[in-house]
């Protein structure tokens, strides 16, 4: 009989149990979510939803108040969803965000809409260019998911 070694298993940082909890949600709501996602060159959103009728919301993490105050490109997010949020946990300073933005409160197992953000909705090109790179993007997940080897082999 011959003795494995553990398997390392570090806590996930806060940023990623807000984003965990915060996809629940967007589940539970008949949403598809995509996390660290490009919807543009130079943007990395954190969660990216397409609902049940083609809205796309965006929601970005934070940790806290420095991890907020050193996002400088999260009003570039604004240009490619219909609604966006923020998603902070029960200790998060709330008065730093704006008003005109979603929150969600979140942890690592669930979250809840504590203020639904305004709908402004994407012109239709712009829809249908998020909504296919949406699509491309989970194919390919879950391409990689079914075979990992093609990364190795140059396939993509």
């Known amino acids: 009989m011959s003795a494995e070694a ?25 949403h598809a979510v995509l996390t660290e996602f490009v919807p543009a ?5 954190d969660l990216i939803s397409l609902g049940p009728k083609g ?13 907020f105050r050193a996002d400088r490109k999260w009003q570039g997010y ?26 969600i409160h979140a942890d690592a197992f669930g979250a809840a809409v504590t203020r639904m953000a305004p709908e402004t909705r994407l012109a239709g090109a712009r829809r249908v260019k998020v909504q296919r790179d949406f699509a491309r993007a989970a194919a390919l997940r879950l391409q990689m998911l079914a075979d990992p080897e093609a990364l190795i082999a140059g396939v993509s």
Do not use: H, N
């Open 55 to 67: 809205e796309l919301w965006i929601v970005e993490c934070k940790s806290g108040r420095a991890d």
């Open 78 to 103: 604004l240009d490619w969803c219909d609604r966006y949020f923020w998603a902070v946990d029960g200790d998060f300073p709330v008065e730093l965000l704006p008003e005109d933005t979603g929150l």
């Open 41 to 45: 060159r130079g943007l990395r959103v």
């Open 6 to 30: 553990p398997l390392l298993s570090l806590p996930p940082m806060p940023g990623q149990r807000l984003a965990r909890g915060t996809a629940r949600l967007l589940r539970s709501m008949d």
